[in-house]
């Protein structure tokens, strides 16, 4: 089955312990992006990447690193979250940058 | 001027009635244009895309797109109580998906 997975679905975690959220793809696609939900300001992008090793920052990319060492996988990293980190994360896949974006199930991260 | 602006609702409709979403883009450049649905916790999951002037129908479902006035509108025939969920409109630009806050569409009994 064509999906996006993302992992873990939710995490509670404290102030300045690093974490990874990971995301992998089975559908081939040359374009991956992470954004972040929240209430009232809507999807906004973090990082995107059109091709293996080829990353660049979206809207809202501090406190956020990403790495693309394979063309399935797109790890999120934060290596020292805040409690404004708190939010709804999702990983989108597609063919191309251009073309539809599938997403993963979202990830609710909790730092306290 | 956000960059992509929805009415953020919630828009009521009646079952079986027809309900219209639009969508407003502030870049001219825009190359493809998408529709996303989201229930309440859940993940966008893509309803339709469009990228030239004009209608594109599929099955209840009608895009449309008019990027002189810049704007692309969604319409739902025959509104079912599943269709309650919140809208979101998308716009490509040269790198990057952005989207609007979505509309909350509430499809009454």
């Known amino acids: 089955e064509a999906q996006v997975t993302q992992n873990p679905r939710y995490l509670i975690t404290v102030t300045g312990k690093k974490l990874t959220v990971t995301c992998s793809q089975n559908m081939n696609h040359e374009y991956m992006s992470w954004y972040r939900q929240d209430p009232g300001l809507g999807l906004r992008q973090i990082y995107y990447s059109m091709n293996v090793e080829v990353t660049d920052k979206g809207d809202v990319p501090e406190g956020y690193k990403v790495s693309r060492k394979e063309k399935r996988n797109f790890p999120l990293i934060l290596e020292s979250p805040s409690p404004n980190q708190t939010s709804l994360y999702f990983c989108?896949?597609?063919?191309?940058?251009?073309?539809?974006?599938?997403f993963g199930q979202g990830t609710r991260l909790t730092v306290v | 001027q956000k960059e992509v602006e929805q009415n953020s609702g919630p828009l009521s409709v009646p079952e079986g009635a027809i309900a219209s979403l639009n969508c407003t883009y502030s870049?001219?450049?825009?190359?493809?244009f998408f529709w996303y649905r989201q229930y309440s916790g859940k993940s966008p999951e893509l309803i339709m895309f469009?990228?030239?002037?004009g209608d594109k129908e599929d099955g209840r479902f009608t895009a449309q797109l008019n990027k002189a006035s810049q704007y692309v509108s969604l319409l739902i025939r025959d509104s079912q109580p599943s269709d309650s969920a919140t809208y979101l409109c998308?716009?490509?630009?040269?790198?990057?998906?952005?989207f609007g806050t979505g509309t909350r569409l509430q499809v009454f009994p």
């Open positions: 870049d001219r450049g825009s190359q493809s």
């Open positions: 989108a896949s597609s063919l191309f940058y251009s073309t539809e974006a599938f």
């Open positions: 469009i990228y030239s002037n």
């Open positions: 998308a716009v490509r630009t040269a790198d990057k998906l952005i």
